[in-house]
């Protein structure tokens, strides 16, 4: 290390040192309700302690305190005003900067302070006046006040000038990596993906061994469904920090997305080394095993989960999926019971034991199971449908329809609810709006259409609905 930098390092250190004694001094005098003197200097650094920690209540108490000692201030009523934008009233912390305008027309952090709070109050045109002249006014550090200004925009979602903001920063400075990740991550949040892997992998260019960095990327590539660039992204976040357990769980996910069960076993098995009693990875292998169709050897991992905690309500979910996948309905029934008992808003859980219940014919508890299923979550299309079916088979046609009225609320676009209304409507004679339904499935899924006419067999004998099957059946092609 050249001497410049040990001594820029070392004075770094005295300075952090004498900052604490200045926060342990300033509590002590709190705690003990007693005066004592600081200069402006260590009252800024006190506060700035408290505002970076969020602790609004201390630095409110330390600009009070502040200003009764130094009253004229300026320093210390910016930090007045940043305390009142960090804590969501901009307007008041604009009071406060008008106040000491005059006095920091050269500070370009009061300038950074003013544009973020007309910026949060949607005074877009003012922030950028604001934010144009810091920017002026910066002379070192440039692209980190540019990524001060992005953040201002990341935290009111305005994505497009954040992004503005991020890349003239990383003109400024191609080697910022603090810029170079926000670039990464933002345009991950905008869904431009092939984007978002270009910055992470300029990151990598400077700084290789940043395996949050790699788990990141290989996120983005899961996303993007490349899932050997995914793997490959996690097993280099593993190489650098072989205990990084959500590094070893995505790339055991990922590798289950690619139907390679037996390797994300064994990655599983890598967490297990780890952390012997991960419920979780016990839990993984379970299902690993169930897409393998050994459903006993998943009942297995299953239960070594449950033993370790017993109110993992995943496995006993997949415990309950392993032997209904058995066709042991019975039993499975109060596996699913269980599972809901231990997390009663998962709607997976209601919907397979309103399953389990239609196996055994139970079908009014199955009715309620499917109906605790789609108020948890309407969009659940499935739980509709199998609850509509129940009223079909019980020839109560207009149920039916009424209830797959309600789930075409939520789910119009989904082709099987409009082919079932389509079909139900057909059975209670009213050829227009079965006419109408059937039609709207053609429209978004011109092939299911088949599976309907196997279903319900008076719809093969339409004449209606053979002449909306032949008119799509020529534009689809």
């Not at 590798?255 to 390679?260: F, P, W």
């Not at 050897?297 to 997949?318: F, H, N, Q, V």
């Not at 989904?414 to 053609?442: M, P, Q, V, W």
């Not at 008076?458 to 609905?465: D, G, P, Q, R, Y």
């Amino acid at each position: 290390m050249k001497q410049k930098d040990m001594n820029d390092n070392f004075d770094s250190f005295l300075e952090e040192e004498g900052i604490f004694e200045s926060i342990n001094r300033f509590e002590e005098m709190v705690n003990r309700n007693r005066s004592c003197y600081f200069d402006v200097h260590e009252f800024e650094s006190i506060i700035d302690y408290y505002l970076d920690q969020h602790n609004f209540h201390c630095a409110k108490d330390a600009i009070e305190r502040a200003l009764k000692q130094h009253p004229s201030s300026s320093a210390i009523k910016l930090r007045l005003a940043q305390a009142y934008v960090q804590n969501g009233k901009p307007s008041k912390g604009l009071h406060f900067l008008r106040e000491i305008e005059a006095l920091e027309g050269n500070n370009s952090d009061f300038f950074l302070l003013k544009g973020t709070a007309l910026n949060v109050l949607g005074k877009r045109e003012e922030a950028h006046t604001a934010f144009d002249r810091a920017i002026q006014l910066t002379l070192d550090g440039k692209d980190d006040m540019i990524l001060s200004i992005a953040y201002s925009y990341i935290n009111t979602r305005h994505y497009k000038l954040a992004i503005r903001y991020l890349k003239l920063a990383f003109e400024v400075n191609p080697k910022n990596l603090g810029v170079i990740h926000e670039l990464a991550l933002i345009y991950e949040k905008v869904d431009q993906l092939t984007e978002s892997i270009n910055y992470y992998k300029k990151y990598l260019d400077l700084d290789p061994y940043a395996e949050h960095i790699w788990f990141n990327m290989g996120m983005v590539y899961s996303s993007l469904e490349k899932f050997d660039d995914a793997i490959d992204a996690y097993e280099f976040a593993i190489a650098i920090s072989p205990d990084y357990i959500s590094a070893y769980f995505s790339k055991g996910n990922t590798l289950v997305n690619s139907e390679q069960y037996h390797e994300a076993i064994a990655t599983f098995e890598q967490i297990l080394a780890l952390e012997p009693d991960n419920t979780q990875a016990f839990t993984y292998i379970g299902e690993c095993y169930d897409k393998l169709n050994l459903f006993k050897r998943s009942t297995y991992y299953y239960r070594r989960a449950l033993a370790i905690d017993e109110t993992y309500s995943d496995a006993w979910y997949g415990l309950g999926m392993a032997y209904f996948s058995m066709d042991e309905y019975a039993h499975c029934i109060e596996l699913f019971q269980q599972a809901n008992s231990h997390d009663p808003e998962n709607p997976d859980y209601w919907y397979m034991l309103g399953e389990a219940y239609r196996k055994l014919n139970i079908l009014d508890k199955s009715a309620e199971s499917y109906s605790r299923a789609v108020e948890l979550d309407p969009n659940d299309y499935e739980a509709w449908l199998s609850h509509a079916d129940i009223f079909f088979m019980e020839k109560r046609i207009n149920e039916a329809i009424s209830l797959l009225n309600k789930a075409y609320e939520y789910n119009k676009e989904i082709s099987t609810i409009n082919y079932n209304l389509a079909a139900y409507y057909l059975y209670d004679n009213n050829l227009k709006l079965a006419g109408k339904y059937f039609e709207k499935g053609l429209r978004i899924n011109y092939s299911e259409h088949n599976e309907m006419l196997l279903r319900f067999p008076i719809t093969t004998s339409s004449e209606l609905f053979s002449r909306l099957i032949k008119k799509y059946k020529n534009l689809s092609q």
